[in-house]
C-alpha cells in the first residue's frame, strides 16, 4: 500500500465560518470534535476545509 500526497483545499473551496448550535467543542487526537448535547453523538469537524 502506497503513500498518497495530501493536496491542500484552495481557499475558494473551504468554509470561512462553522457555526454550532448546541454542543460542545473538545480536541481529540489533534483534531476538533463536536460533542452533541442532546444524545453525545461525537462529529468531527473538518479544520482542513476552514479557512
Do not use: T
Not at 483545499?9 to 442532546?38: N, T
Amino acid at each position: 500500500m502506497g503513500f498518497i500526497p495530501l493536496k491542500p483545499i484552495p481557499e475558494k473551496d473551504r468554509m470561512s465560518m462553522i457555526f454550532i448550535g448546541m454542543g460542545q467543542i473538545d480536541v481529540r487526537d489533534g483534531a476538533f470534535v463536536v460533542i452533541d448535547e442532546v444524545n453525545g453523538e461525537r462529529m468531527h469537524i473538518p479544520v482542513g476545509s476552514v479557512a
